[in-house]
Structures are given as structure tokens and as C-alpha cells.
């Protein structure tokens, strides 16, 4: 073959790059890159930065108000007794086998055998119930006892005695409107939370999930959210004072009112409920008719005034044996209207909760005087009352 002429050299295909041109072609990004930097930290450059810019010297706070040391101190002694309670329900086994999450709640160490106390909603128609101490070590729990009409339970835990710290019991009969209080719980499931106000009203009453009056509540503007229920309410001490149970908001968060039960209360409900698991219930012995009947009846001029009407009296039961009578439907188809209960002792009763008012006042064996309208004629009868069945 003879030497190459310039027809026989190598071509190179349109679009592919000589070596020498992709060196070119990078150096120009390198130069345009370098350029644009340039260009950026001259023009676009922030006057207000400092590269030499440090962490400021902490200032000494000095020593702590002495009312924060105090709540700094009550928090640290009374948190040990504040506890987590976790109810869940269990489906049967026709369900896919995993725990429904009922809902979340606070508690408190009632004392050393591992009874806790926490609201009777927060475990209402739970079949698992778990209480977690001092947000670490949980335990499976069992339900001892219930008081719906007061919105109280007793739960058991098998732990440790040094796990267990009793909280400190009050009194609620000798508060003051302005005391300082202190809510600890897990609002929205946020453990060991605390808050702090003032009582704002003594002498409230709210209405169980029974429909039967709370009397004597304590009205609190410390924060009570979901998950506070169940949980103390302590004053300046460290000494339970309260349960926290219910608050007023249109949105279900709090605003500013919330509700606990009286200490007094939940000391004479709570051995009660350790020793049997229910409580007396003091009654009369009678079924009576709704509040909206006799409403209804009045309007028709067939009562003569509101009362309590009774249904039938029960059986060998307290009025009964001090001669109340109920209502009869004759064979004709007439009524004859039983005994209109319209005072007990020295206090009107115009409805089921001013009777329910009365009872939540009085023992199983007190006596009572009755007044009632019978045919429009006022007697009265004492009643020993009874113990009542718990349902």
C-alpha cells in the first residue's frame, strides 16, 4: 500500500469529539463555574454575616424562686405515685386477634398492696387494663372494684413494693377558693405532665355517667385534658385533694374549667370498693316513674305539684315496711297514682336528682322522714333506709 494522501486519513463522524475537544469543553465549564461563583459572592453577597460569629457566654441564673423550688420539689416526690392507665378491649376470637386501643387515662398509688385509683370511665368496658408506674415499668391490672355514680375505680397491680409509692390523702372539706393546685397525669398520652392553677370554685355539682348527681366537686382552672382523667389533683403539699374527672369545653380540650371529685369522697368510696368491690348505696326501696311523666302530668292537672311519683315499692324492702304506697292499674283500666314523694327530712325533692341529692348525703341505716302526697294529703313516714343492689 502506498502512502497515505489526504483522501485515505481518518475521518471522524459528524458529532463525535477529537480528545482535544472534550479538554476544551471542560475547562470552559471549570472557567464559567469559577465565574458564576464570583460573580454570586460579588453580587448576591450577605453583608450581615459574620464568619467569626460564636456561641454566647451563658449568663448565671442564680438561685431558683422559692415557689418554683417547691413545685420543683412536690413534682419530684409526687410523680412516683402518679401512674399511666391503658384500657384496651380484647375481640372475641370469630375477630382478627390484635387489641383494640380504648383510650388512655392517669391513676394514682392508693397504697404498698398495689391497689390504684383512676375514673370508672377510663375502664368502662375494658377487658385489659394496663398501668404503667412512674412511665417505665407496666403492669397488667385487674378491676377490683367500680363506683359509676361518682366515676371512681380500684384497680390491682402485682409490682414490686419498692415500686410503689402511695400518694398523700387531704382534706377537701377545708379548701379555699384561690388555693394553689397542681394537676399531674398523661394528657393526650403525654406522661408525667404537670399543671398548675388555683381552685375557682368549691360546692359544684356534675352528673355521673349514671345520670346521678357528683356533688361537692372541685372546679379547677389547672390544664385538665383527655388522658388527666383519673389522675390527682393535689394542693400546695404534695396531698391529694381530688380526682380529676371532667371539664366544660365545646371542643373536648380544655378551657379553663375542670372538675374533680372531692378527696373526702373518694376516701370513704375507695375502702369500700378494696373491701367488696361495690359500695352502699343508701335507698328507700321504691321504682319511681321519669321526671318527664310527672312533668306531663302536672300539665294535665292530674298532679297537683312536682315530686318524685313511685312506680311499686319493693318487696320486705325499707318503705315497704314504713307503708309508702306505689301505683295500681285496676282492672277497669284506671290508675290509682302511688305516693308523690315531695320532701325528705327538712329538704324538697322536686325530681330524681334532688332525691339523688338527699341519698348521696345519707348511710345505709339512717332514718329518714318522708313526706309524700297521698289522694292530696301530706304525710309522713319515717324509712330506715336500705342498702340498694349494685347493678
Do not use: C
Request: hydrophobic content about 40%; aromatic content about 4%; cysteine-free.
Amino acid at each position: 500500500m502506498g502512502p497515505l494522501r489526504p483522501t485515505d486519513r481518518p475521518s471522524l463522524r459528524r458529532g463525535e469529539a477529537t480528545p482535544s475537544g472534550w479538554l476544551v469543553a471542560v475547562l470552559l465549564l471549570l472557567i464559567g463555574a469559577l465565574v458564576f461563583q464570583l460573580f454570586q459572592n460579588v453580587f448576591f453577597a450577605n453583608p450581615d454575616l459574620d464568619p467569626e460569629a460564636e456561641p454566647r457566654p451563658v449568663t448565671p441564673r442564680g438561685d431558683l424562686a422559692a415557689d418554683e423550688q417547691a413545685r420543683i420539689e412536690l413534682v419530684s416526690r409526687v410523680s412516683r405515685s402518679v401512674v399511666h392507665v391503658t384500657s384496651q378491649t380484647i375481640p372475641d376470637v370469630s375477630m382478627r386477634a390484635t387489641d383494640i386501643q380504648q383510650g388512655t387515662g392517669s391513676g394514682f398509688v392508693w397504697n404498698k398492696d398495689g391497689h390504684v385509683v383512676t375514673n370508672f370511665h377510663v375502664v368502662q368496658n375494658a377487658n385489659r387494663v394496663i398501668v404503667t408506674l412512674g412511665g417505665t415499668s407496666s403492669y397488667l391490672a385487674r378491676v377490683v372494684g367500680v363506683d359509676p355514680d361518682h366515676d371512681l375505680a380500684v384497680l390491682k397491680i402485682d409490682a414490686p413494693d419498692d415500686e410503689l409509692e402511695p400518694v398523700e390523702i387531704g382534706r377537701s372539706s377545708d379548701l379555699r377558693v384561690g388555693q394553689n393546685v397542681y394537676a399531674i397525669g398523661n394528657p393526650f398520652g403525654l406522661q408525667q405532665s404537670l399543671s398548675t392553677g388555683v381552685i375557682s370554685g368549691l360546692g359544684r355539682e356534675i352528673e355521673s355517667m349514671t345520670g346521678r348527681p357528683i356533688q361537692g366537686v372541685i372546679q379547677t382552672d389547672a390544664a385538665i385534658n383527655p388522658g388527666n382523667s383519673g389522675g390527682p389533683l393535689l394542693d400546695s403539699a404534695g396531698r391529694l385533694i381530688g380526682v380529676n374527672t371532667a371539664i366544660v369545653s365545646p371542643s373536648g380540650a380544655y378551657a379553663g374549667i375542670g372538675f374533680a371529685v372531692p378527696v373526702d369522697r373518694v376516701n370513704e368510696t375507695v375502702p369500700q370498693l378494696i373491701r367488696k368491690g361495690s359500695v352502699d348505696r343508701p335507698g328507700l326501696g321504691v321504682v319511681i316513674f321519669s321526671d318527664e311523666l310527672i312533668e306531663e302530668l302536672v300539665e294535665r292537672d292530674i298532679m297537683p305539684r312536682r315530686g318524685v311519683l313511685v312506680r311499686f315499692v319493693a318487696e320486705d324492702g325499707a318503705a315497704e315496711a314504713a307503708g309508702l304506697q306505689g301505683t295500681v292499674r285496676n282492672d277497669d283500666g284506671t290508675i290509682d297514682w302511688g305516693d308523690l314523694i315531695t320532701k325528705i327530712d327538712d329538704r324538697d325533692v322536686a325530681g330524681q336528682r334532688d332525691l339523688y341529692r338527699v341519698l348521696d348525703d345519707r348511710s345505709v341505716g339512717d332514718t329518714v322522714d318522708v313526706t309524700v302526697l297521698r289522694d292530696g294529703v301530706a304525710k309522713t313516714m319515717p324509712v330506715v333506709l336500705q342498702s340498694l343492689p349494685n347493678e
